[in-house]
């Protein structure tokens, strides 16, 4: 079954911590993976990402704040977050793309896990 499960997601006050992970299952040969967030009444938008070698690539408001990582051999991604703002608050998804049968490159998407930061 193929499946993006992520966790860590919560409620913290303004300057605190938090650390989401994303296990991937049922995905082979996963390129790039990443993390995207909707806050409400805005857009999806691209938090970080990190490709199978380990460039990353991040979103301006959250450079120097968020860490991305991920270990291949596992199939997981995680956001180390530190430093978070009110307007950090937003449901958090996992993305990983991979080569499907019949699709080619796919975007696979997890369930979303919230993120609150009180100011």
């Known amino acids: 079954q193929v499946q993006l499960v992520e966790s860590g997601g919560g409620l913290v006050q303004a300057g605190g911590s938090l650390r989401l992970s994303c296990v991937a299952s049922?995905?082979?040969?996963?390129?790039?993976m990443g993390w995207y967030r909707r806050a409400p009444g805005k857009q999806r938008e691209l938090v970080a990402i990190i490709t199978t070698g380990g460039s990353t690539n991040y979103a301006d408001s959250v450079k120097g704040r968020f860490t991305i990582s991920r270990d291949n051999a596992k199939n997981t991604v995680a956001l180390q977050m530190n430093s978070l703002k009110p307007e950090d608050t937003a449901v958090y998804y996992c993305k990983a793309v991979a080569f499907r049968t019949g699709y080619g490159l796919y975007d696979y998407w997890g369930q979303g896990t919230q993120v609150t930061v009180s100011s």
């Open positions: 049922g995905i082979f040969s996963i390129n790039v």
